[in-house]
Structures are given as structure tokens and as C-alpha cells.
């Protein structure tokens, strides 16, 4: 699923986390270019679970009886 809201595209920022996990488990990475990393990491995967949450939300709909219905 690709979502694209101001920008931002869900596939390319999943692609994103898993270049900075490779980096991450390199053994050549420093302790200060670790943290960068892990911040940037984090930072992507908020903004990753803020997405898939609006999706979520404007998949469930409420019906005319005031159920919760799902796409």
C-alpha cells in the first residue's frame, strides 16, 4: 500500500529503515554515527505508524445504523 500525503511515500521510508537497520549492524559504524542513525530510524518509523494509522482510520466507516463497518 502506498500513501502519499505531503510527500511523503510509505514504500520509500520503509526502504529507508531497512538501509539504516544494514547500516546499524555494520561493524564499522561509530558510537556517535549509531545514535544518528538510531534517531533517524525512529523519527521514519513515527511518521511510518502515523500513516498507517490515518489509513486505518479512513478505512473504518460508520454505517446509517451507526455501525463500524470495514472496506
Do not use: P
Not at 530510524?41 to 505508524?49: D, H, N, Q
Amino acid at each position: 500500500m502506498e500513501q502519499k500525503e505531503e510527500g511523503f511515500n510509505l514504500e520509500e521510508a520503509f526502504a529507508k529503515l531497512e538501509e539504516t537497520v544494514a547500516k546499524l549492524e555494520r561493524d564499522d559504524i561509530s558510537l556517535e554515527d549509531s545514535f544518528k542513525e538510531y534517531q533517524k530510524g525512529m523519527e521514519l518509523l513515527k511518521k511510518c505508524s502515523e500513516t498507517i494509522d490515518s489509513v486505518e482510520k479512513k478505512v473504518l466507516v460508520l454505517n446509517g445504523n451507526g455501525e463500524l463497518n470495514e472496506f
